[in-house]
């Protein structure tokens, strides 16, 4: 009894012991450690090469933190990130000048409390805030697709969509750097640019509203085409791509739709399939950014997958290319894994680059022969739409 008493007693003096050796051992091995060199990295190119890439991530698990990921996809490396905020919907690059601009939200206490609404401008060559436009606290917090905030096609106007669920535009005048007004479009959404001073929005009857501004970002004036699509039984998706005068969009089932737009007006092209009349029983278009296009070899690319009505962004593992020109298809691309979202290069030896938002990887492959070149992983948690600097 004494002895068992003793050892009790004994226990946390021992333990007590243990802990200090531990510690000292700890603290030896950490001593030992040699010290890591900080690395000044090089600033960023203002306009990166053809075959960088934003990769937009909306963080689904935790919406408050938003992200936006410049790769470099031909060594296969991470280059930057941007911290974006609630809700995000992705970088809109400039072409013309140094600046990267990001649509945000925030809220005063981290999840909630009184909501701010802001453009965000980066410095392209650091990813350091260069300056900030507050704009309504109307932005539309929705899953990420391309056109809700986009540059006019002269650039001096960024549009961003709202939905409150009421829909409208604001506009950004990015020579001055302010909010200079609130276009309405109720009824229809997103913003397809037509021109420096115009563009068009999808609406719920199947019509485009085209919307005209002036040189002060105010409405000039807005008038609804004819129905145009078939919003009841084979409606497009909002996944158009342009190339010049002309966008390209996809219904639900696989039917193409050239919308050429010229001098404020718009008209439909001839319709063509992505499918045979066989292949249209279990093939369809789906993903949540399934097309791409190609502008000087006219190709379009689109994801393809099995599947019936209902499927339409459900990832796919092929894609397939077609000549715009003629509608033919001319070849099919196996992927490494599903994607449900691809961007294509624009130079002449152009990658396909693609991810899932159930993925952490960007795969890249050889736009003309198919070949899966590279894996980047740990691309996030939740990649989404991918965007050319």
Same mark, same amino acid.
């Given at each position: 009894m004494w002895r068992a008493e003793q050892r009790r007693r004994g226990r946390p003096r021992a333990l007590a012991c243990a802990a200090v050796v531990l510690a000292a051992a700890g603290h030896a091995a950490l001593a030992q450690l040699p010290v890591e060199p900080l690395v000044n990295e090089p600033a960023l190119p203002a306009h990166p090469g053809p075959h960088w890439v934003w990769v937009n991530d909306v963080v689904f698990d935790y919406m408050a933190d938003g992200r936006a990921y410049l790769i470099d996809a031909d060594a296969g490396k991470f280059r930057g990130m941007l911290s974006t905020g609630y809700g995000y919907v992705g970088v809109v690059p400039a072409r013309t000048s140094d600046v990267l601009y990001s649509p945000e939200t925030y809220f005063a206490r981290g999840t909630r409390? &009184?909501? @701010?609404?802001?453009? @965000?401008? =980066?410095? #392209?060559? @650091?990813?350091? %805030?260069?300056?900030?436009?507050?704009?309504? %606290?109307?932005?539309?917090?929705?899953? #990420?697709?391309?056109?809700?905030?986009?540059?006019?096609?002269?650039?001096?106007? $960024?549009?961003?969509?709202?939905? /409150? %669920?009421? !829909?409208?535009? *604001?506009?950004?005048?990015?020579?001055? +750097?302010r909010f200079v007004g609130e276009l309405d479009t109720a009824g229809c959404a997103l913003v397809y640019p037509t021109g420096p001073r115009s563009f068009f929005s999808i609406c719920a009857d199947g019509s485009l509203l085209k919307v005209g501004i002036d040189e002060q970002g105010k409405a000039t004036g807005s008038a609804h085409t004819g129905k145009l699509i078939d919003a009841e039984n084979d409606p497009v998706t909002e996944k158009g791509v342009r190339s010049g005068d002309t966008y390209w969009f996809v219904s639900f089932k696989g039917q193409v739709l050239p919308l050429k737009v010229a001098a404020g007006e718009i008209s439909a092209g001839p319709r063509w399939w992505l499918t045979s009349a066989q292949e249209r029983r279990q093939w369809r278009p789906g993903g949540l950014q399934h097309l791409a296009i190609h502008r000087s070899t006219h190709?379009? =690319?689109?994801?393809?997958? !099995?599947?019936?009505?209902?499927?339409?962004?459900? %990832?796919?593992?092929?894609?397939?290319?077609?000549?715009?020109?003629?509608?033919?298809? /001319? +070849?099919?691309?196996? $992927?490494?894994?599903?994607?449900?979202?691809? !961007?294509?290069?624009?130079?002449?030896? #152009?990658?396909? $680059? &693609? @991810?899932?938002?159930? *993925?952490?990887? $960007?795969e890249v492959y050889d736009a003309r022969s198919g070949k899966h070149l590279r894996t980047v992983p740990d691309i996030g948690l939740t990649p989404t739409t991918m965007l050319l600097p």
């Open positions: 409390g &009184a909501r @701010t609404d802001v453009v @965000t401008l =980066y410095d #392209p060559k @650091t990813l350091s %805030p260069a300056g900030e436009v507050p704009i309504p %606290p109307k932005r539309a917090a929705i899953m #990420p697709m391309v056109n809700a905030s986009v540059l006019t096609d002269d650039e001096r106007f $960024l549009l961003i969509y709202n939905f /409150t %669920p009421a !829909q409208s535009v *604001s506009v950004v005048d990015t020579k001055s +750097r190709e379009l =690319y689109a994801i393809m997958h !099995q599947g019936g009505e209902g499927t339409h962004k459900d %990832p796919g593992n092929e894609v397939w290319v077609f000549d715009t020109a003629t509608g033919a298809r /001319t +070849r099919k691309i196996t $992927l490494a894994s599903p994607a449900g979202s691809i !961007q294509v290069t624009e130079d002449d030896k #152009p990658l396909l $680059l &693609a @991810t899932f938002i159930g *993925s952490h990887n $960007l």
